[in-house]
């Protein structure tokens, strides 16, 4: 069956909950990225009541669960001490106390020294960690799963190991067993479409179409033709019949995205085919249809302002599915983006681009520190705008992860996690900034001409057009080759140690190399 680009870049975020008494809260710290990138998603439940004795996050303590075939294990990393951090949860707060020399710990745009207070409005929210320099963790206070086993037949389309993807993958189960119509409801990006798919290859209805159909895109006046057909000779131009979205959803399901925008006039001949479950064709008699029909809108359906009608609504909803958006499900950030991220390199056939675990050190705390600054984004745009970084990344990227400049202004202007901003510097002009000020942006960036210019607020041109008016400095590409081997032989081939002796970006750097052909690290 065909999907449509954008719901290949789009995951589901989360199903409401069902009515009934509150769910317990659970305080759960998930693996966002790890060296094993196997383990990205596990968990472990943080005690609420620690008691006399403090819980303790190190090395080997404790065990991160992950999906029913893996065992326990803990953290495992180098770069961890064997004590890290100590929580101990009061009341509304919780407190994070940094051991003494124990491996550095950034929490959200913070960094740890000694100890911190978290609200439980905070926690709530999620809080990314960086410990040490290869793993990322997200703190958070969620609704408590009670699923048996992580892991069902619709594990790999509805992606995440949050209590919020648990409870979408049982309502999908639940509702594809049944053949009543659905409405999936949520914000742009949050994987409506591929929630109807997934419950429609569940259902009895699997082996029948699926049909989709974009109701903002019918115009009103050829509505009825479109969604029931035409007879031969029903109106000018009719000179063959033609079978209807209904009809040509006869024995499956009908997928009608965007039902927020139908037109006004379309909307009663909905009502009636639902209603009925009788269709009639331009020119043609009535007839029964076998169909199931899910739809789906990020528009609002009732209130001041809203024309949808309000039978139709109740009629599209007899089971109704809500998709928060993806900032209400953090935890699940880390499993989606390593998905598209395998995707697109695949795709590239680039896959050696991925860290793994004999990955070079620095490599890998490259990796930590993106997934660490995606886990801070408020995602605006949701899974789709996720998949999309992830997309961007692997065009830009050639042996470490980059992040283009379009990406770097979305992340630096988001409010982060932690409730903190990232503000962005004020613009400024090139010729406003004096020769030190410059020279210490060239060089805490690694003459990556890109982040010295979000340093410096100026855009990445003027940071060229300064380095070619610049008597110490260079474009990587005006290097010659017989500096450039003599740079390469004095330091083993080490392309970054060459980039930093010559002062220029070590990505630069490594395209002209290729583009030179030769041989580095």
């Known amino acids: 069956m065909m999907r449509s680009a954008d719901t290949e870049l789009t995951l589901p975020s989360i199903v409401a909950a069902l009515g009934g008494a509150p769910a317990e809260l659970d305080l759960v710290l998930t693996i966002i990225f790890h060296a094993d990138t196997s383990r990205i998603g596990h968990k472990v439940v943080v005690p609420l009541q620690s008691g006399d004795v403090p819980w303790v996050l190190g090395r080997w303590t ?38 003494n020399s124990a491996s550095r710990c950034r929490v959200g745009s913070t960094e740890l020294y000694s100890s911190l207070e978290l609200h439980k409005d905070t926690l709530l929210e999620g809080v990314p960690l960086l410990l040490g320099h290869s793993v990322v963790l997200m703190l958070r206070l969620a609704r408590r799963s009670n699923a048996k086993c992580q892991t069902s037949p619709l594990s790999d389309p509805l992606r995440g190991q949050s209590a919020c993807m648990d409870t979408l993958r ?29 419950i429609h290859q ?6 029948g179409p699926m049909v989709r159909v974009n109701m903002s895109a019918i115009p009103s006046g050829l509505a009825a033709s479109a969604l029931f057909g035409s007879m031969r000779g029903a109106f000018t131009g009719a000179d063959r019949t033609t079978l209807g979205y209904f009809e040509q959803a ?7 995205d965007e039902i927020g925008d139908a037109a006004l006039d379309v909307q009663p001949l909905l009502l009636r085919a639902l209603e009925q479950r009788e269709i009639q064709a331009v020119g043609g008699s009535i007839r029964d249809v076998d169909v199931r029909v899910i739809s789906a809108t990020d528009a609002a359906l009732e209130g001041e302002g809203c024309h ?23 935890e699940d950030i880390g499993e989606l983006l390593l998905h598209f991220l395998q995707r697109f390199t695949a795709k590239a056939k680039r896959i050696e681009l991925l860290p793994d675990i004999k990955s070079l050190e620095r490599e890998i705390a490259a990796w930590a520190v993106l997934f660490f600054r995606l886990a801070n ?63 210490q942006a060239m060089v805490s ?71 030179l052909q030769l041989c580095h690290h």
């Open 250 to 256: 006869r024995g499956g399901s009908l997928f009608l």
């Open 62 to 99: 404790p065990e991160f669960i992950g999906t029913c075939g893996h065992a326990p294990a803990p953290l495992d990393d180098v770069h961890v001490s064997r004590q890290a951090l100590q929580f101990n949860y009061q009341g509304k707060r919780l407190t994070i106390l940094r051991f």
């Open 445 to 515: 960036n690694g003459s990556e001409a890109l982040r010295v210019a979000l340093q410096l607020g100026v855009s990445r041109g003027a940071v060229y057009r300064r380095i070619k008016m610049s008597s110490r400095y260079r474009l990587a590409a005006e290097i010659s080759l017989e500096e450039l081997q003599r740079a390469l032989t004095l330091y083993d081939g080490d392309s970054g140690a060459v980039a930093k002796q010559l002062q220029v970006s070590v990505n630069s750097l490594r395209c002209h190399l290729r583009n």
């Open 202 to 207: 569940a259902s009895d209805r699997a082996c």
């Open 170 to 198: 049982e309502q999908v189960t639940c509702t594809a067993k049944s053949d009543i119509d659905v409405l999936i409801r949520g914000e742009t990006g949050t994987g409506k479409e591929l929630v109807a798919t997934a």
């Open 377 to 439: 984004y408020s995602w605006p745009g949701n899974v789709r705008e996720l998949g999309n970084f992830a997309q961007q990344i692997v065009l830009a990227s050639e042996y470490t992860p980059i992040l283009n400049e379009s990406l770097q202004l979305a992340l630096l202007s988001k409010t982060t996690k932690a409730g903190l901003s990232e503000a962005l510097p004020a613009r400024r002009k090139i010729h406003d900034i004096d020769d030190e000020t410059f020279d």
């Open 308 to 330: 949808f009608k309000a039978a139709l609504r109740h009629r599209l909803g007899t089971c109704e599915i809500v998709l928060p958006p993806l900032r209400k499900h953090p």
